[in-house]
């Protein structure tokens, strides 16, 4: 790639921190702090704020904004951590009951019904019990529970079960968070959103309304991180993947 594009390539940029013992993930986090430090807004830059990515699995940033907390050290103003199944049991739902790729709008969900019971066993899952950082394999939870369940009550279910995994995951951070900015496919899904709204009790926005591209954050975001592992500058912490100390990380291939 490098040669081909005659311009210099940063990859690999797990590995170093998987060695030394860290999750290797998520390594967004920097970017999400990078983009809220140079936000115009002022009354952003004093809250405390939950960055919700919701891909395959579900992800979330937490930051301290407030310029004059006691903790000024930067790893004391971060955290993240997968916290369990974002659009992937959905999206595996809907292929096997009717063969679409993804509830679109999340219109099939709000025609069903969720099953407390499936989504008591769901929850009961020993991802949930484990300390933050942490990551989640997308395919550590099975539809098997939802055998015999119709479309429309299997994605109100999983659709449920993703909202309460989200809203369990505030047991960890070191401060209750005054709003969630909501990135990756799921903030299309209205539904989803509706009831995260719901459950959270506090705003839930798509990072479009602070001014985020939320189609190309993550692109945008390993841009940044190639940057930083050029200059030697740290990408992961231990609040944010379990490394042992603040790490840079990456691999340059030059391309000449």
């Known amino acids: 790639m ?12 797990r590995s170093r921190d998987v060695v030394a013992g860290g999750e290797g993930a998520p390594l967004v986090p ?7 430090r140079a936000c115009a807004d002022d009354r952003i830059k004093d809250q405390l704020v939950a960055i919700l990515n919701i891909g395959g699995v579900a992800n979330i940033t937490w930051l301290d904004l407030r310029p004059d907390h006691p903790d000024s050290a930067d790893e004391a103003r971060i955290m993240a951590f997968d916290c369990g199944p974002g659009n992937a049991l959905i999206d595996d739902w809907v292929l096997q009951s009717l063969g679409v790729s993804y509830d679109k709008g999340g219109r099939l969900a709000a ?24 990551s989640l394999d997308r395919d550590a939870f099975s539809l098997q529970s939802l055998k015999g369940l119709s479309a429309e009550d299997g994605a ?95 691999r340059l291939f030059p391309h000449s």
């Open 2 to 13: 490098a040669r081909a594009s005659q311009i210099d390539v940063v990859a690999d940029f």
């Open 30 to 36: 920097a970017y999400h702090r990078a983009l809220f």
């Open 111 to 134: 025609k069903g019904r969720s099953d407390e019971g499936i989504i008591k066993d769901l929850m009961a899952h020993p991802f949930f019990a484990r300390p933050a950082p942490k």
């Open 156 to 250: 109100a279910t999983l659709t449920d079960f993703t909202v309460r995994a989200i809203g369990k995951a505030r047991a960890h951070f070191p401060h209750p968070v005054d709003g969630w900015y909501v990135t990756g496919g799921g903030r299309h899904n209205g539904t989803l959103m509706r009831q995260l709204a719901d459950h959270l009790a506090v705003p839930v926005k798509p990072v479009e309304q602070i001014g985020w591209n939320g189609d190309v954050l993550e692109a945008e975001a390993f841009a940044y991180l190639a940057v930083r592992s050029k200059l030697g500058l740290a990408i992961s912490w231990p609040q944010t993947t379990g490394v042992p100390k603040a790490m840079s990380g990456g």
